[in-house]
């Protein structure tokens, strides 16, 4: 094939893209663009190019020995960081493809979302939110990730879209769907991984405590079994087809109707009151966040121990605590119990 022919892959996509998806999709021809202008691949569209990016850099891999709900669990089938970012991808693609929008913008956002999230989840970024000056939330760390940590101080320089549709995001215990514009995704494909985000936590967190004993199924409130399902497939088959068909009915704006949205929320108060906040979830977090505590304490009081082992000339450019808050913010949970023991523990002569 010359050059002449596979120049024009990536416009022959784009035109397929157009003949495919809805006129309120995100095309990729068309978006707002990276911040550094740079030479764009010939055979891959910019989301689609976007999304290699996020599963090929560091903070992605990381994710697989981050804390979802249970810190450290010794089970092969509990969830962690990254397989919970994959079912988020997986739910918000197939809301996506019924929808006839950007599958590649929607699964980029979706890959990229949690890149920022602390070791021992919500925990650990409680802990960072009170210590470090102005607070920290793992959405825009997110962003930081993607844009100045990543391909040493580079950035991964995604396009406007997929950083707009991770750091609006995040709900916490606020709205499901944010009343607010300054909250929402400018892209119906964001705005599908909010809910997306919230269908894969719900469902399998519910799984996962289950699994782990600490409540039993029939526990579940009644009102939610009988309007979203009694069992995981259920649930979240009845979440997506509602969300798919609420939006059909009204093409252009993402839906989901009262009954099932006021389900969903019962079914996330559940979760807090007898599994993020029970103690015997809790307990260990309180451990978790003392030591992440300690750690940044450490380097706290010994800035040039921090500069001299754990970060690259790369990073001298941004201030001593801003650094601070990004090496603890990218450890995974292994990493973080193992720098304590080194820094706090003694360890025994090995005397022949």
């Known amino acids: 094939m010359n050059a002449e022919t596979t120049s024009t892959v990536r416009y022959e996509l784009e035109q397929r893209e157009r003949s495919l998806l809805a006129p309120f999709a995100a095309f990729s021809a068309e978006s707002k663009g990276r911040k550094q202008a740079e030479i764009e691949c010939r055979y891959r ?27 450290a669990p010794s089970g092969d089938h509990y969830r962690t960081r990254l397989t919970h970012t994959l079912e988020v991808a997986q739910i918000a693609r197939t809301i996506a493809k019924a929808l006839h929008l950007n599958e590649d913008l929607t699964e980029a956002i979706a890959l990229g979302h949690d890149l920022g999230h602390t070791p021992f989840g919500h925990a650990g970024e409680a802990v960072l939110n009170r210590l470090h000056p102005g607070g920290f939330n793992h959405f825009q760390q997110s962003l930081r990730v993607i844009e100045v ?41 964001g705005q599908i991984v909010r809910l997306a985000d919230i269908i894969a936590y719900v469902n399998h967190d519910l799984d996962d405590a289950i699994r782990a004993q600490t409540i039993k199924a029939e526990q579940i409130p009644q009102d939610c079994q009988q309007t979203l399902g009694k069992t995981h497939t259920q649930r979240i088959n009845t979440m997506v087809t509602n969300i798919i068909d ?43 966040s003392r030591l992440l505590e300690e750690i940044y304490k450490y380097f706290q009081n010994h800035p040039q121990k ?30 973080a119990f193992s720098l304590y023991e080194k820094l706090f523990l003694p360890h025994p002569w090995n005397i022949k």
């Open 149 to 189: 940590l990543e391909k040493e101080g580079r950035g991964l320089n995604l396009n406007f879209e997929v950083r707009d549709g991770i750091i609006k995001h995040s709900k916490g215990k606020g709205d499901i769907i944010s009343p607010s514009l300054e909250h929402t995704a400018i892209t119906l494909e």
């Open 246 to 288: 609420e939006s059909r009915k009204e093409p252009g704006t993402l839906k989901i109707s009262p009954e099932i949205l006021e389900a969903v929320t019962a079914l996330r108060t559940f979760l807090f009151a007898n599994v993020y906040e029970s103690s015997a979830v809790y307990s260990d977090f309180v451990k978790a």
């Open 306 to 335: 921090l500069k001299e082992k754990y970060y690259p000339s790369y990073l001298e450019s941004f201030s001593f605590i801003d650094n601070l808050r990004d090496f603890i913010a990218s450890m995974t949970d292994r990493y």
């Open 45 to 71: 569209m910019a989301y689609q190019h976007d999304r290699d990016r996020i599963i090929h850099c560091k903070a992605f891999r990381r994710l697989k020995y981050k804390t979802q709900v249970f810190l």
